[in-house]
């Protein structure tokens, strides 16, 4: 059975700097070694207006968690 390990907010940080520098989605994955579903999913879910801001993620993400 797989494990599921959830993004912390120093990968959400990382992943911010380097969508800043255009790089691919799957080089952001390997360098935060995740899957590259993992960042389409993230930016997916958090970004607003085109916009990715990982503290206002970790914020939505800890809400999510409380209601579930």
Do not use: G, W
């Not at 992943?15 to 579903?37: E, F, G, P, Y």
């Not at 993230?42 to 968690?65: C, G, H, M, T």
């Amino acid at each position: 059975m797989k494990k599921y390990h959830h993004l912390t907010l120093e990968q959400r940080c990382e992943i911010k700097a380097l969508l800043k520098q255009q790089l691919s989605i799957s080089a952001i994955a390997q360098t935060v070694n995740v899957h590259r579903s993992t960042i389409y999913r993230e930016r997916k879910r958090n970004a607003f207006d085109q916009i990715y801001a990982p503290i206002v993620a970790q914020r939505y993400y800890l809400s999510r968690r409380r209601k579930s």
